[in-house]
Every structure is written in structure tokens, then in C-alpha cells.
């Protein structure tokens, strides 16, 4: 026991709003010693003025999986949910403006957690959930998805629907006018039909016939 | 200075470690060239000394080989399609991957500002306050460097179309900055035409 408590790391993150802890031990199956964080044990997440997040390895991963790719979008624009399905964790535009974290609890009976988040706020836990996964120190893979650039379809999102609509619509509804306005005109008027000619038959002299 | 050299020379030896470890990768868009410059442009409202800064950072993190002096650093940034005097013709990937370096360390070092512009916790006139400034910034490098008859630029100059533009450069240089930053804004800009 003695020997654990003297191995036991602990990462700390800080940013004006948010302070991430990451409690571990160095994985010593795999040769790892010192300052190496191999297993994590344990993680919290504080910030002022709101309750206090903790959870277990696949609650930090299930967070990098959601915050990453919705940063990665925003910086072009695109303002869409983003969850992993089994997840206990979801991210996404909030109706009033900002962003809204969603955690579900592991517990029983315990109501999910949302939280609103301003840009500078989204910002800082950004940054803390770099620094942990560019920090040297810890030494396990944390599967995140790669960023890639955006196809147009996905760019699109960036436009309100109502306003995506709006040319294609209009489009229509001009032609479907024009189309209408077209067919209300009155016919050109016909030209006079010219007498019908006498038939050849009559006007050839009965002796030239063959 | 000395501890902010130090924090660069650190930085510089990763940055020198991550750029031997990419694979070679391609060019950046027009688009993205324009986008590029302009967040370059937001550093520079932002930070009054952010040219000279750009040309030091760019000697501080290994580039001087790409960028020998702020005149290459610059014609560079000429790509953009909107700027008045604007090149033709791709730019390395290699440049471009220095100018997105040089962007989040900038990012990162300007971050207190930009947090201070995206937080919805400072009173409402001293937030007011600070955007007018960096928008008054921002208009005088745009009217100074791009062309005034492109549509994007006037709308960038408008007091209130270029709000959410702004507001948008704002977020993804906070959301950039740091060496984390670097993949996520190479693969906005790579992003294609909607």
C-alpha cells in the first residue's frame, strides 16, 4: 500500500475557468515508472460556480470524443450536436445562445446535468483537455477522433434551413407565376384560311391521259 | 523576455518534432489562404506590435529558412485573394503549415484577450468597449491592406454584417490556440467550398 501511495500521479490543468485533475498510477506491466501516468484511477473537473464532474477513464474519454469534434467545427462555422451513442455525454448549440454540456450519471436515479457554456468558457476546457493529451507525462493511448476538413454538404449546416430554402423556393415560385401569367395570355389571332385549291384531276384535259 | 524566449525555444523544439513526424500533405485553398491571412490580421488588431512579433516568432520556432525576412513572410500572406496587391499560384504546404505554427503560438500568447472578447461574464460595457476597439483595429489593417471593392471585405468592414465574421475569427483562433490547435484549424482550412 505504501509503495502504491508513492507511485500515485497527479496532472493538474488549469485555466481561468476550469481546473482538470487527473488522478493515476504508472503502468509498471509495461515497464512505465517515475512520473508516467499509465492507468488513470480517477478525474475531476471543476469550475467556478458550478457543481463539481468526476468519473472514471471512459467518462474523460467519452468528454474528448464530443467537446474535440465540436470545437473542430466551430472553427469553421458549423453549429451541430455532437454524441456518441452509449455515451454518457453530449454536446451541442444551446437555444439561448452558447453551449450546452450534457452529462448523464452512471447512478441511478440521478437526473442528467446541463450545464451552459459561453465561447470563453468552451474555450478553456479546450485547452485543459489539450494540454492533458499532448502532456508527456501521461502515457496511454486516449482515442480521439482526427480532426478532417468539412465536405460542402456539411458546410451547408452552416445555413439556417428557412434560409437555405429561401432561393430554391422563390426560384419556383417565380417560375410557377411566370408559368401561370404565360398561359392567361390571350391566343395570337389565326390567319384567314385561303379558298381550297381546285383538285388537279379536274383541271388536266381528258386527252393528255395516258 | 527572456522567460518568453525560453517558453518558445521549448515550443519550437516540439513544433521541429511534430513537423519531422507529418506526412506531407496538400496545399491550402484559395479559401483557405483567405481565411488564414485574415486571422493573421486578427492577431495583428489584437496585439499593436503583432508584425513584428510574427517575424520574431517565425525566427523562434525554426522558420527562418522559409521566411528569411518579413517581405517573404508577407508575400506569403499576399495569396490571400482579397488583399490589393494579391500572388497567384499555391503556397507550399510546408509555408502554410509555418504560418498556421506561427498563428496558434500567436493565439496562444494573446489567448487572455481573446478570452476576454468571448466571455459572456465581464460587464456588458467594458466587453462593448473592447470589441469597438478591436474593431476599430481590424478596419484600419482591412482598409489598409485588402481590396475595398470585394464584397467579402466590405462586409468584414460593415459595423454590424461583420459582427458575426468577427465574432467567428474570435472564436476559432480561442479554439486554435496551443500546439492542440494546429490540426484542428489546418483541417478547418482545408475545409471545402459550400
Known amino acids: ?210 | 523576455m527572456d522567460g518568453a524566449a525560453g517558453i518558445i525555444a521549448v515550443m519550437a523544439k516540439d513544433i521541429s518534432d511534430a513537423a519531422i513526424q507529418e506526412p506531407s500533405s496538400r496545399a491550402l485553398p484559395r479559401r483557405g489562404l483567405e481565411r488564414l491571412d485574415l486571422m493573421l490580421l486578427c492577431m495583428e488588431a489584437l496585439d499593436l506590435n503583432g508584425g513584428e512579433a510574427m517575424v520574431w516568432l517565425s525566427e523562434q520556432l525554426g522558420y527562418g529558412s522559409l521566411f528569411p525576412n518579413r517581405v517573404e513572410l508577407w508575400k506569403r500572406r499576399c495569396h490571400n485573394p482579397l488583399r490589393r496587391t494579391c500572388r497567384r499560384g499555391e503556397v507550399p504546404a510546408s509555408e502554410t503549415d509555418a504560418l498556421i505554427r506561427i498563428l496558434c503560438v500567436m493565439a496562444d500568447r494573446l489567448y487572455p484577450m481573446l478570452r476576454s472578447l468571448l466571455s459572456s461574464n465581464e460587464p456588458e460595457e467594458v466587453a462593448r468597449e473592447r470589441w469597438a476597439l478591436f474593431q476599430q483595429r481590424l478596419g484600419e489593417l482591412v482598409q489598409e491592406r485588402m481590396n475595398p471593392r470585394r464584397s467579402g471585405v466590405q462586409k468584414l468592414l460593415d459595423p454590424s454584417d461583420g459582427a458575426a465574421q468577427r465574432l467567428q475569427l474570435v472564436r476559432g483562433l480561442s479554439l486554435c490556440a496551443g500546439h492542440g490547435g494546429f490540426d484542428r484549424i489546418k483541417a478547418s482550412l482545408m475545409d471545402a467550398v459550400a
Open chain 1, 1 to 210: 500500500m505504501v509503495q502504491s501511495a508513492a507511485m500515485k500521479q497527479r496532472l493538474v490543468f488549469d485555466q481561468l475557468s476550469c481546473r482538470l485533475q487527473v488522478d493515476g498510477l504508472p503502468d509498471v506491466s509495461v515497464g512505465q515508472s517515475g512520473t508516467a501516468l499509465g492507468i488513470i484511477t480517477g478525474w475531476s473537473l471543476q469550475w467556478v460556480g458550478r457543481p463539481l464532474l468526476e468519473g472514471r477513464r471512459e467518462h474523460l474519454q467519452a468528454l474528448m470524443q464530443v467537446v474535440f469534434p465540436y470545437a473542430r467545427h466551430l472553427i469553421s462555422g458549423v453549429r451541430r450536436d455532437f454524441s456518441v451513442a452509449g455515451e454518457p455525454v453530449d454536446i451541442g448549440p444551446h437555444a439561448e445562445g452558447g453551449h450546452r454540456l450534457l452529462l448523464r450519471s452512471s447512478q441511478p436515479d440521478t437526473p442528467p446535468l446541463e450545464m451552459r457554456l459561453d465561447d470563453a468558457e468552451l474555450a478553456d476546457l479546450v485547452r485543459v483537455l489539450d494540454q492533458l493529451r499532448l502532456d508527456p507525462r501521461l502515457q496511454l493511448p486516449l482515442a480521439v477522433p482526427e480532426p478532417e476538413p468539412l465536405g460542402p454538404r456539411e458546410l451547408l449546416e452552416r445555413i439556417p434551413l428557412r434560409r437555405r430554402l429561401t432561393a430554391p423556393l422563390g426560384g419556383a415560385a417565380v417560375l410557377a407565376v411566370s408559368a401561370a401569367l404565360v398561359l392567361l395570355l390571350p391566343p395570337p389571332p389565326q390567319p384567314p384560311l385561303a379558298p381550297p385549291a381546285a383538285p388537279a384531276s379536274e383541271a388536266t384535259p381528258a386527252g393528255s391521259r395516258p
